[in-house]
Nanobody
Framework: VQLQASGGGVVRPGGSLRLSCTLS????????AGWFRQAPGKEREFVAA????????DYADPIKGRFTISKDNAKNTIYLQMGSLKPEDTAVYYC????????????????????WGQGTLVTVSS
């Protein structure tokens, strides 16, 4: 199983960006998924999570109402739609996935995930 993240870049404050993360080797249908981020000099932190059935979600407080996580099982891809971006959103964003959980479960801790993407850099700057 491999995760390939993409979509990062440089965006102005207030702008939008969509990150993608494609799973290869297995069907995404049975995977819980999430996004984490790591800003320079800081620890990796939780951003958003989605349950295997795509119905339940969890979001970190700093990004609630601005970011949306989704998954497209047909494309085996997880998305993070980011809006109203702020300079403090600047970080390397990592996608993560885990299979074998109940279909309604969302996972918000780093230690709960088995598979990680390589990270994609998002820079919010004017």
């Amino acid at each position: 199983v491999q995760l390939q993240a993409s979509g990062g870049g440089v965006v102005r404050p207030g702008g939008s960006l969509r990150l993608s993360c494609t799973l290869s080797g297995r069907s995404l249908r049975t995977f819980a998924a999430g996004w984490f981020r790591q800003a320079p000099g800081k620890e990796r932190e939780f951003v958003a999570a989605i349950s295997p059935n795509g119905v339940n979600f969890d979001y970190a407080d700093p990004i609630k109402g601005r970011f949306t996580i989704s998954k497209d099982n047909a494309k085996n891809t997880i998305y993070l739609q980011m809006g109203s971006l702020k300079p403090e959103d600047t970080a390397v964003y990592y996608c993560a996935a885990r299979s074998g959980t109940r279909s309604i479960v969302t996972l918000t801790s780093i230690s709960e995930y088995d598979y990680w993407g390589q990270g994609t850099l998002v820079t919010v700057s004017s």
